[in-house]
């Protein structure tokens, strides 16, 4: 069974930076697509970012051009750059590791973005 530990969230003022990182059990990281998720109270998870095995990334409209999704397949790890950070960005961010049929979360960590 996969585990995935995130680490970096915190508490953080508008216009501040965090970086989230998310470290992979398991075994052939690399060939899995990678995700950031987030859900903040009263929403719906939503896709953050995401980073396929041969590096291409999508992300949400909301975070485009402030947040990078990043992969380091020799430390099983992947990261999140986040940038310009805004209330709205406030959440409980998920890392996903994805390759039919599996499917994996983490316990997630908290960002909040507050003056």
């Known amino acids: 069974q996969v585990q995935l530990v995130e680490s970096g969230g915190g508490l953080v003022q508008p216009g501040g930076s965090l970086r989230l990182s998310c470290a992979s059990s398991g075994s052939r990281f690399s060939i899995y697509r990678m995700g950031w998720y987030r859900q903040a109270p009263g929403k719906q998870r939503e896709l953050v970012a995401a980073?396929?095995?041969?590096?291409?990334?999508n992300y949400a409209d909301s975070v485009k051009g402030r947040f990078t999704i990043s992969r380091d397949n020799a430390k099983n790890t992947v990261y999140l750059e986040m940038n310009s950070l805004k209330p709205e960005d406030t959440a409980i961010y998920y890392c996903?590791?994805?390759?039919?049929?599996?499917?994996?979360w983490g316990q997630g960590t908290q960002v909040t973005v507050s003056s």
């Open positions: 980073i396929t095995s041969d590096g291409t990334t």
């Open positions: 996903n590791q994805y390759l039919i049929p599996r499917d994996y």
